[in-house]
């Protein structure tokens, strides 16, 4: 099964307005992290939010904040008042296990574009 | 938050030969990863490299073929040995990043491989 799903290969969204990622995810381990991941054209991968699974509160970083539903296994992005520059690739991925030095998984990703 | 360079940037290579990657981290780190991401694709774990010992390999990923150096806290090699055209992709290296509490993983920038 896999373990990061993200269902839409690609969305489209109006400048200024909001619009959400969808990420689900797949772990039976009580301890894991949810990270999103934006990568434009230029391939480097910048690391937008975290969110981890003790958490009670959704993480949020600026227009960027995570819905997360634990009970359904999902970790959305919400990115509000979308720009031109946020056109890229999005990328959701989890890390299993507690501490240091686990990897991340990641999901196939969703290209955004971003209208004007 | 850790600060990740990599040489080179892109490379275009003849099939049979090697390519060593260096990923330079300005703060000392105990894990570092290789990721490859093939043409169109997500990102797949390499292997995962901690100072002082042997690096640990993905399934599918071996040592003969992607031998990894870490000789110290902020240094580590990839080699793609005896490349192939299937060997073309972005190649990242990542971090791990606790400060503050918080968990981050950041990339760095990604060396751009073409096998000709």
């Known amino acids: 099964a896999q373990k990061i799903t993200q269902t839409q290969p690609g969305m489209f969204v109006q400048e200024k307005e909001a619009v959400t990622l969808d990420c689900t995810y797949d772990?039976?381990?009580?301890?894991?992290?949810l990270f999103w991941y934006k990568q434009p054209s230029s391939g480097e991968m910048i690391f937008l939010i975290y969110q981890g699974s003790y958490d009670q509160q959704n993480a949020t970083e600026g227009r960027y904040s995570l819905n997360f539903q634990k009970a359904r296994k999902s970790a959305n992005l919400v990115i509000s008042a979308s720009q031109l520059g946020d056109s890229a690739m999005y990328f959701c991925?989890?890390?299993?296990?507690?501490?240091?030095?686990?990897?991340?998984?990641f999901g196939a990703g969703t290209i955004l574009r971003v209208k004007s | 938050s850790a600060v990740i360079s990599q040489k080179p940037s892109r490379d275009i290579c003849q099939r049979g030969t090697s390519l060593t990657i260096q990923c330079q981290v300005d703060?000392?780190?105990?894990?570092m990863f290789w990721y490859r991401q093939q043409p169109g694709q997500s990102l797949t774990l390499i292997a995962t490299a901690n100072q002082g010992s042997e690096a640990t390999y993905e399934s599918g990923f071996v040592i003969d073929k992607f031998p990894i150096s870490r000789p110290n806290l902020t240094f580590s090699t990839l080699t793609v040995s005896n490349m192939s055209p299937e060997d073309s992709s972005i190649y990242l290296c990542s971090v791990e990043d606790w400060a503050g509490g918080r968990e981050t993983q950041y990339f760095g920038p990604g060396t751009r491989l073409l096998v000709l």
């Open positions: 703060s000392q780190v105990t894990m």
């Open positions: 991925a989890m890390r299993e296990g507690r501490g240091y030095g686990n990897k991340l998984v």
């Open positions: 772990t039976s381990d009580p301890s894991y992290g």
